[in-house]
């Protein structure tokens, strides 16, 4: 088993490693006093895994209470989050109770935000069962619903208590979910890992599951220790994302989060002027991961998309560029050049033959 500490306002371990998931109990039992625990899953993931943690736990001195709603991004909201507080409310969970958050992203940040207003905010767990989960979601404390008026607007930051990857878990994920995890972890390689970059861009590295999920979470360790509430150097983790939400946007949403952010991330390198060199390179990975590379929606429209990004602020967006794999800068620049900077990304795509 692999151990990361976090060291945020609340510190942390996350544990990876095979056979977790039915020592899940166990490990949290080690960090929290048996008590009452609200196990929230979405119906998906409750059958496949929701009889085991819930054995887990009570074999672990838990008494634990269930709550599973419909998988999807659509349940993110304010409705699903009230069914799951009067969930907790009629369970008398009090203060000193526990949330496990068993799923991927949807239920770490619905779980993760109830947990953190319920009783003005209780401690909760994170069993991430998706790729993109285990390597981003899962830890740093970002938890939210979405809203009418855009995705993940209503949130707060709640650290975990503890996060538990069972890789055995991600390896039996269908291979469009691996590819969309996939896609957060070659950012965090081309952000500041070459050798993640180097094992993930010929793809067949599911054998180095485990490594690719502690090397990318060692990374967001750091960066959320300097900069656990987002006002500075946690933007970095943004790469490919202002990109990749304008082209999410695009798609009616009908496009998975890190297909979109994987095209974002060869779009930052083309305006960024990167040699084409770096640009294949970036889009080979992609394609040795089964994640698309191209964008099929207009200039104007993209820009106009990403206008909606809540990472704008004022007038400015503070775009992440890559200056080699590894080595990204910020660089603050005013919305108005958002335009100037697809077209030459769609440019580049028809000169690449992307
Ligand atoms: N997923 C980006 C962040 O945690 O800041």
Same mark, same amino acid.
């Given at each position: 088993m692999r151990t990361v500490h976090v060291n945020a306002s609340t510190a942390y371990d996350v544990l990876i490693g095979e056979g977790l998931i039915d020592r899940s109990g166990e490990l949290t039992a080690k960090v929290i006093n048996p008590c009452k625990c609200m196990l929230v899953t979405d119906d998906t993931v409750e059958e496949l895994y929701g009889d085991r943690v819930q054995i887990s736990f009570s074999y672990a001195g838990f008494e634990v209470v269930r709550f599973a709603f419909p998988?999807?991004?659509?349940?993110?909201?304010l409705d699903t989050l009230t069914e799951l507080l009067n969930a907790m409310g009629e369970a008398k969970l009090s203060r000193s109770d526990l949330v496990v958050a068993l799923g991927g992203g949807v239920v770490g940040d619905l779980a993760g935000f109830a947990a953190a207003i319920y009783c003005r905010g209780i401690r909760f767990v994170q069993l991430p069962t998706t790729l993109l989960a285990a390597v981003d979601?899962?830890? %740093? @404390?970002k938890t939210a619903v979405d809203m009418p008026f855009g995705k993940n607007m209503v949130g707060a930051f709640h650290q975990p208590s503890l996060v538990v990857t069972d890789t055995d878990v991600l390896r039996d994920l269908p291979p469009e979910q691996l590819s969309n995890g996939a896609a957060e972890a070659i950012k965090c390689g081309v952000l500041n890992d070459p050798a993640l970059f180097a094992l993930l861009? %010929? @793809?067949?590295w599911r054998d180095a599951i485990d490594e690719v999920v502690e090397r990318c979470v060692a990374y967001k360790r750091d960066v959320v220790a300097g900069d656990e509430f987002d006002?500075?150097?946690?933007?970095?983790?943004?790469?490919g994302h202002t990109f990749g939400h304008a082209i999410e946007v695009c798609s009616g949403l009908g496009m998975l989060h890190g297909q979109a952010v994987g095209i974002g991330l060869w779009m930052a390198a083309a305006t960024a002027n990167c040699p084409d060199a770096l640009i294949l390179r970036l889009a080979g990975a992609l394609r040795a991961n089964g994640l698309p590379t191209r964008c099929a929606y207009p200039a104007a429209k993209l820009a106009e998309a990403a206008l909606s990004d809540k990472k704008r602020s004022g007038g400015t967006v503070t775009l992440v560029l890559p200056e080699a794999i590894g080595r990204c800068v910020l660089k603050k620049v005013p919305v108005a050049e958002l335009p100037a900077r697809f077209e030459r990304a769609l440019a580049t795509q028809e000169a690449l033959g992307l």
């Open positions: 998988a999807g991004e659509a349940s993110k909201n979601s899962s830890v %740093g @404390g861009e %010929g @793809g067949g006002t500075g150097n946690r933007a970095f983790l943004n790469l």
